[in-house]
């Protein structure tokens, strides 16, 4: 039987210094379990229940442990200082019934007689989880959206298959999560105009219980080109366009022409625009953003995509993390196109550059030369309306969690579409 213990963080132990030494001090013989615990009533949780109770008197006592055992005879224990008068208990995969038993430990490591506790938890977050998932086709790729509302560790589990060349494929994608909402992409499926994807899903939290495969229907994919900048035109600096002005993007090393040259910065090559801090009217002011980077596309296009680059200037070596999500780069804009109809710029949409946590430098440095891609209809995907201008407003840096008019810089804009009829 495998045996898996939890210890919550409320209730590590730890004990403080200023109680009695003795307390803590055990019997080298010590064979005399303590007494019983006395519960006093348990609370029905997610997936788990709280239980309340009375700790014997004894003077050695460690503490609280509670087990149960799954029916493919797994076994779990949590444990709680004698300091706290309660103790949870998680991972039951279901609302049927369960037996909890109680016991109290000593230092010496004798556990008193259980306390058995019927229990019947309430519907687990992994079983949630599951029921909020949605799945909806994107350009080249499909994307998932979920609800996490106790924000407990899941696995999702993607599979899906699609015809590719005639030959049939069955993939899976595995993502793990414990945000209150999240959103993840499948990418890099080519499969045409007519290429279809069916997805199912499974979800798993830590304790190994996991849902049955659940259908998220067939998708039929979009397809859209990258916009090539063969023929793109950029405004001199401070040259207005519809009333807005462009950026002054020359300042230090920096160059507005190398936004749209292919070419990404990588600490080497010192591609990038830099604003010197002339940002709202292209004069040096306190207020540099926010500023506006225009794009003559040389023709009609319908946007689907964004993909923007941050200055890195890590050094030569690009393995470390530079400026990527924070210092000088933007974190916050808009997107706008121009409508020849009326003859005024309007708003597509405003994109938040996520953080990424918890990678390497070198992790940093390989999601920073990707880029950070964005779509111009986020939640439902789509082409915008014709237009041959394209306009990109630096509104907030990373800096002071996107509050900051710090931004100066920006390495490269690729956009992705197609050819307006």
């Not at 149960?68 to 797994?74: H, M, N, Q």
């Not at 990588?266 to 292209?282: E, K, P, V």
Request: charged residues 25%; proline residues 4%; hydrophobic residues 35%.
């Amino acid at each position: 039987m495998k045996s898996k213990i939890f210890i919550l963080p409320l209730c590590l132990l730890f004990f403080i210094t200023c109680k009695k030494v003795e307390r803590f001090e055990s019997e080298k013989d010590d064979s005399t379990p303590p007494g019983k615990v006395t519960l006093r009533e348990y609370k029905p949780l997610y997936g788990g229940a709280r239980f309340y109770y009375t700790i014997p008197p004894d003077k050695d006592l460690l503490g609280v442990k509670a087990v149960y055992t799954k029916k493919d005879s797994k076994s779990f224990e949590f444990l709680a200082s004698y300091f706290v008068d309660s103790l949870d208990v998680y991972g039951f995969g279901s609302t049927d019934e369960y037996t909890v038993q109680l016991f109290a430990v000593d230092r010496a490591g004798n556990s008193s007689d259980p306390v058995e506790v019927k229990v019947v938890p309430l519907e687990p977050a992994y079983k949630r989880v599951a029921e909020t998932i949605t799945a909806k086709a994107g350009f080249s790729s499909f994307f998932l959206d979920w609800t996490n509302e106790l924000e407990q560790n899941v696995n999702i589990y993607v599979d899906y298959s699609f015809t590719q060349n005639g030959e049939n494929r069955n993939l899976t994608t595995v993502f793990s999560s414990n945000q209150l909402t999240d959103r993840r992409f499948v990418s890099n499926l080519r499969l045409g105009t007519n290429g279809k994807v069916d997805v199912k899903v499974r979800v798993e939290d830590k304790f190994g219980n996991i849902t049955e495969s659940l259908d998220k229907g067939q998708l039929t994919l979009l397809e859209d080109i990258q916009i090539p900048k063969t023929n793109w035109i950029l405004p001199n600096p401070n040259d207005s366009i519809g009333g807005v002005p462009m950026v002054f993007g020359n300042g230090l090393e920096g160059r507005n022409a190398k936004v749209i040259d292919g070419i990404i910065d990588r600490g080497d090559n010192l591609n990038f625009m830099h604003t010197a801090s002339r940002g709202r009217t292209g004069k040096s002011a306190n207020g540099n953003m926010p500023w506006n980077f225009i794009i003559d596309l040389g023709d009609y296009y319908e946007i689907s995509r964004i993909i923007t680059t941050q200055r890195h200037s890590g050094g030569l070596a690009n393995v470390n993390r530079g400026q990527y999500y924070q210092s000088e780069n933007v974190g916050l804009y808009n997107i706008y196109i121009w409508d020849d109809a009326t003859q005024a710029w309007e708003l597509v949409t405003q994109h938040k550059i996520p953080v990424p946590n918890g990678l390497t430098e070198l992790e940093f440095v390989k999601l920073g030369e990707a880029g950070d891609l964005a779509y111009m209809y986020p939640d439902n995907p789509a082409y915008t309306k014709r237009t041959r201008w394209f306009r990109y407003e630096a509104l907030k840096s990373f800096n002071g969690n996107y509050t900051l008019d710090d931004a100066n810089c920006l390495s490269e804009i690729t956009l992705f579409g197609r050819k307006a009829q």
